[in-house]
C-alpha cells in the first residue's frame, strides 16, 4: 500500500522487443524494475545481466506451482533459474470464410480438426469460382509439429536444443502437393496468363488492396491465416462476408502453435518484495487477472482503450478460466484455445533461443524458398544441409550464452 508505482512506456524501431530501451537505461544506469508485456528475446536481456532469477519468490508461491503450466515455466527457465512470467498468450490461426462453406454445403470442421481434414476441405473449396487460400505463407512451419511433436519452428527441438527437419520436410511436401492443384492457392495463379492477363486476374478480377490479397479481401477463399491478435482490426475491416476464428488442425488434439508474452523483473530493482508483488499481480495472479479481465465486460463497454476484443490468460486459475469464458465476445474457439493452452508448443522462438534470428536468416530462409519454390525432390536435400550447417551454429550460440550467463549468475 506504500509502494508508488511509476509508469514508463517503451518504443522499439524494428523488431517487437524491448531490447533498445533497456540498453538505453542501462547505459544511463536508470533501469526499471520490472518489465512488463515484452515480446523480445530473453537471451540477450540475460547475456546482459539485466534480469533477476526469480526462484525465491515462485518457489513459495501455491498459485505459481498450481496455476502457470508446467511448459510455460520450462520456456522461462535458464541455467537451472527461473527469469520470467508468462503474461499473455496469443494463437497462430485461419479466419474461416462461412459464407464460401455455405455455398459450396460444406459442414463446419471439428475444433479438433485434423491435417487430413484440412486437406480435404482446401480440394473441396478449390472451385472455378473459389480458392482454398490465397497464399499458404509459412504453414509448413505451422503443421511441421503434426509431424514431429518434439519440434516446432524450422524443426527446432527445445530439448535437444537441434534441429530435427523430418517433419518440416513433410509438412512442406504436404504444402507442395495441395499446391500442384490448380487454383487451389490462389496465389499460383498469378504465374500463368494468356493475352496478358494472368489467371488469376481471370478467377478474382482486380483490386487496390495494400496486400494484395484480392482474392481474400472479396470472400473468395476459405481459409486465411490469422494471429489473434490481429482479429479486432479485421472485424473492423473484413465486413463484406460473415467469418469466424479457427484453430489450426492438430493430429494430436489440443496441440497448436501459440506465442506468449513476458514480464520479468530487472537485477537493479531495490525493492525486491514489492517488484515481486506487482510482477505476480500483472502475470497469474487470480486479483490480477480478474481485473484485468473484467475491462471486457459488457457493462464496461467503451471505457477502456482496448486493443483486441479479449486477452488470452495464461493463468489456469478455476475463476480466471470461469471469467475468460463468461465475456461477451468468447467463442467456442476462443475457449478452445484457452483450454488447451498447457498442450500447446511454442510459436516464437526468438523469444527464448539465442541468436535465432541470424540463425534463420541464415541458414533456412533461403532454403525454404527453394524447397517451396521447387519439386518435391528438392526438400529433402536442401532442408537437411541447412539443419546440419544450422546445428553447429546454434550449439555454439547455445555454449556462448550459457557462459554469459553463468558469468550474470555469480
Known amino acids: 500500500p506504500k509502494v508508488t508505482l511509476k509508469l514508463d512506456y517503451f518504443a522499439h524501431t524494428t523488431a517487437d522487443s524491448a531490447a533498445e530501451y533497456l540498453s538505453t537505461r542501462a547505459a544511463a544506469g536508470n533501469m526499471p524494475d520490472v518489465v512488463y508485456d515484452d515480446a523480445g528475446p530473453l537471451p540477450t536481456y540475460l547475456a546482459q545481466g539485466w534480469m533477476r532469477s526469480l526462484d525465491e519468490f515462485a518457489a513459495n508461491d501455491p498459485d505459481y506451482r498450481s496455476y502457470v503450466a508446467s511448459n510455460l515455466k520450462a520456456d522461462y527457465t535458464y541455467g537451472g533459474k527461473l527469469y520470467a512470467l508468462p503474461h499473455q498468450a496469443h494463437f497462430e490461426t485461419f479466419l474461416l470464410n462461412t459464407d464460401v462453406l455455405n455455398a459450396l454445403n460444406l459442414s463446419m470442421p471439428s475444433l479438433s480438426w485434423t491435417i487430413g481434414d484440412f486437406e480435404s476441405y482446401c480440394k473441396k473449396a478449390t472451385t472455378n469460382k473459389y480458392s482454398a487460400q490465397e497464399d499458404f505463407g509459412s504453414l509448413y512451419n505451422s503443421f511441421a509439429h503434426n509431424y514431429s511433436p518434439a519440434t516446432t519452428l524450422y524443426g527446432y527441438n527445445p530439448a535437444s536444443k537441434q534441429f530435427d527437419v523430418s517433419g518440416l520436410i ?121 481485473a484485468r479481465l473484467s475491462m471486457y465486460d459488457a457493462a464496461n463497454a467503451g471505457k477502456y482503450a482496448l486493443q483486441n476484443n479479449y486477452y488470452f490468460p495464461t493463468c489456469t486459475h478455476p475463476a480466471v478460466a470461469a471469467k475468460f469464458k463468461s465475456l461477451p465476445k468468447v467463442d467456442d474457439t476462443a475457449k478452445y484455445l484457452y483450454e488447451n493452452m498447457g498442450k500447446c508448443y511454442r510459436y516464437d522462438m526468438v523469444k527464448l533461443v539465442p541468436d535465432w534470428n541470424n540463425i534463420v536468416t541464415s541458414y533456412y530462409t533461403q532454403a525454404m524458398n527453394t524447397a517451396i519454390s521447387g519439386t518435391a525432390s528438392l526438400v529433402d536435400q536442401t532442408l537437411t544441409e541447412a539443419a546440419a550447417k544450422a546445428n553447429t551454429v546454434i550449439t555454439n550460440s547455445w555454449n556462448t550464452f550459457n557462459g554469459k550467463l553463468a558469468t550474470a549468475q555469480k
Request: hydrophobic share 35%.
Open 170 to 290: 513433410q509438412s512442406t511436401k504436404l504444402l507442395l502437393t495441395l499446391r500442384s492443384i490448380p487454383g487451389l492457392e490462389a496465389n499460383v495463379l498469378r504465374k500463368t496468363s494468356s493475352g496478358g492477363v494472368t489467371d488469376y486476374t481471370k478467377k478474382f478480377g482486380t483490386g487496390s488492396y495494400s496486400d494484395n490479397f484480392v482474392a481474400f479481401h472479396k470472400g473468395l477463399t476459405l481459409f486465411h491465416g490469422l494471429g489473434t491478435w490481429e482479429y479486432a482490426i479485421k472485424r473492423k475491416t473484413v465486413t463484406n462476408f460473415n467469418w469466424t476464428m479457427w484453430p489450426f488442425p492438430q493430429e494430436t488434439q489440443g496441440v497448436m502453435p501459440y506465442h506468449v508474452d513476458h514480464c520479468f523483473m530487472t537485477s537493479s530493482a531495490k525493492n525486491t518484495a514489492a517488484a515481486w508483488q506487482v510482477l505476480r499481480y500483472l502475470t497469474y495472479s487470480y486479483e490480477g487477472n480478474i
